[in-house]
């Protein structure tokens, strides 16, 4: 995982599935709201080469009010 802006990107929960998609929990912290894309890579384990990018995912940070 890459991330264009300074937050930091936890992902748990990787599942892969029988007809090959995928499942994954994107859980991002940061200190201010703002965009970002996140860009995740993979390639299959019998290919040879680097990995091309699997998706990439466009997310608005909003955060929650403090105080208030």
């Known amino acids: 995982m890459t991330s264009s802006a300074p937050v930091f990107v936890l992902v748990s929960g990787w599942q892969l599935e029988a007809d090959g998609s995928a499942h994954a929990s994107l859980r991002c912290a940061g200190t201010r709201g703002g965009t970002a894309k ?3 890579t993979a390639k299959a384990p019998d ?3 680097a990995a091309r990018v699997a998706f990439r995912l466009d997310v608005s940070v909003v955060p929650y009010t403090t105080q208030g």
């Open 38 to 40: 996140i860009t995740a």
């Open 47 to 49: 290919v040879a080469g």
